[in-house]
C-alpha cells in the first residue's frame, strides 16, 4: 500500500469518527429534536431560561450586567466533539428586556489535537446600543471578526473582573463544572434561525 493511501484512508477515517461523534451527541443529549415549530421555539426558550437562572445562581453581579444589557444572546448547549477534526454547534434565543427576539445557532471548526465531546451553554451580553444594533444588522456575525467577545472572569473574591464587564460585547462560557475562563469564542460563526 503507498503512503499516500494510507494517509487519505487515516484522514478518512478521523472525519468519520468526527462526524459520527457530532452526530451521535447531539441524539443524546436530551428528548429528540422537535418537528414542530412551536415545540423547537418552546424548548430552546427553556434551555435559554435554565442556562440564565445557573449563571445568575453561580456568577455574582451576573443578573445586574444583564440588565443592564441591550440584548442577551443565549445558547443552553453548544456541543463540540471531534478526532482530529472538530467542530460545535448549538441553538439558542436572543433575548431584549426579557422578551425573546430571535433564534439564532452558532456553528464552528477547528483542526488539530481534538479528542471527544463537551457540551457547554455560551452566553452573549450585547452592552451598548451600538454593538447590539450591529449584531441584529448583520446578515451572519462572527465573534472576533464583527465583535471581540470578552470572557468575563471572576476574581478570587467571587466578583466579576469589572474593566472587562465595562466592554461592548462579553460572554460566559459555562459548563456543569462552572465557569470556563481559558476558552475563546473568536471564529464563532451565529447565523439566524428561520423558525
Known amino acids: 500500500m503507498d503512503r499516500r493511501g494510507f494517509m487519505f484512508r487515516i484522514s478518512a477515517t478521523g472525519l468519520a469518527v468526527a462526524t459520527t461523534a457530532v452526530a451521535t451527541g447531539c441524539t443524546t443529549t436530551g428528548s429528540e429534536a422537535p418537528t414542530d415549530v412551536a415545540a423547537k421555539r418552546q424548548q430552546i426558550n427553556a434551555g435559554v431560561e435554565g442556562a440564565l437562572n445557573r449563571l445568575y445562581g453561580s456568577v455574582s453581579g451576573s443578573r445586574e450586567l444583564a440588565q443592564r444589557a441591550q440584548g442577551i444572546l443565549v445558547f443552553p448547549r453548544v456541543l463540540s466533539a471531534g478526532l482530529v477534526v472538530g467542530g460545535e454547534y448549538g441553538e439558542g434565543a436572543l433575548r431584549s428586556r426579557g422578551q425573546t427576539v430571535g433564534y439564532y445557532s452558532t456553528a464552528s471548526a477547528s483542526v488539530g489535537l481534538t479528542a471527544g465531546g463537551q457540551s457547554k451553554a455560551v452566553i452573549i451580553m450585547f452592552m451598548t446600543p451600538e454593538a447590539y444594533s450591529k449584531f441584529l444588522n448583520s446578515s451572519g456575525w462572527t465573534a ?39 476558552v475563546s469564542l473568536n471564529g464563532s460563526k451565529i447565523s439566524k434561525l428561520n423558525i
Open 144 to 182: 472576533g471578526v464583527d465583535a471581540n467577545v470578552a470572557l468575563i472572569k471572576v476574581g478570587a473574591n467571587g466578583t466579576i473582573d469589572t474593566l472587562v464587564s465595562q466592554q461592548p460585547v462579553i460572554g460566559f462560557v459555562q459548563t456543569n463544572a462552572g465557569l470556563m475562563v481559558d
